[in-house]
């Protein structure tokens, strides 16, 4: 739901940090993070905890996210959610809304498999959603549009795996909690934010 966040973090200017986005930034840099992180994603598989979770410390620790944040993606277990805890009780950050986007898996299938990145800036595009201009390439930068290797089939399917043993669990975490608002993923783009408003007055 990184487009969801993206246009949020525009109208509410505050960052927005995708924990795939700062992965996928340490693969392009060849970094020692990048290395290690690299055969987990394109296996479909979750990225060890205590990597994303100094990731995560580092980048909330930035000047820019100082007057709040988005973030997507993260926490994905509970080992993440406690750490996350931790760092914004440090902080004296409270978390004042999590999303979940309850999407039905053949439209997750049908989006992801569909999905073009660009290799240089890392925007995306859909084949049918959301074309660029011109087939195949970023309208942002120019540069090529390429499928992630994650968003395979294949891949998308332990991807789901992953995601109910993993992550569905913190639903009930955040519920718990009083701060969980459900909205409908299967929407488009526009009747989504438009649902999305009524949380974010
Ligand atoms: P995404 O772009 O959010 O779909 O993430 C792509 C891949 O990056 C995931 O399938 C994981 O391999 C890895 N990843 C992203 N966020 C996390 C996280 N919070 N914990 C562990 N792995 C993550």
Do not use: W
């Not at 930034?25 to 990225?47: C, M, W």
């Not at 859909?126 to 549009?145: F, K, M, T, Y």
């Amino acid at each position: 739901m990184g487009t969801h966040a993206k246009i949020l973090s525009e109208s509410y200017g505050v960052p927005h940090i995708s924990t795939g986005d700062l992965l996928r930034l340490q693969i392009q840099k060849g970094s020692p993070l990048g290395k290690r992180a690299k055969t987990f994603i394109d296996n479909g598989q979750l990225v060890p905890d205590a990597l994303v979770v100094e990731m995560v410390r580092e980048r909330l620790g930035s000047p820019d996210a100082q007057k709040g944040f988005i973030l997507d993606g993260f926490p994905r277990t509970a080992e993440q959610a406690s750490a996350l805890d931790e760092i914004l009780a440090e902080r004296k950050i409270p978390i004042n809304l999590v999303l979940e986007f309850d999407t039905s898996e053949q439209v997750i299938v049908d989006r992801l498999s569909g999905r073009r990145t660009c290799t240089k800036c890392g925007a995306n595009y859909h084949i049918r959603n959301i074309p660029p201009q011109r087939e195949g390439v970023c309208d942002a930068c120019g540069q090529s549009l390429t499928q992630r290797k994650d968003d395979e089939p294949e891949t998308i399917r332990k991807r789901l795996r992953v995601y109910r043993e993993q992550t569905a669990p913190l639903i009930e975490f955040y519920k718990k909690r009083g701060l969980l608002r459900v909205v409908n993923g299967d929407l488009e783009i526009e009747p989504l934010q438009s649902e999305l408003s009524r949380y974010l007055k």
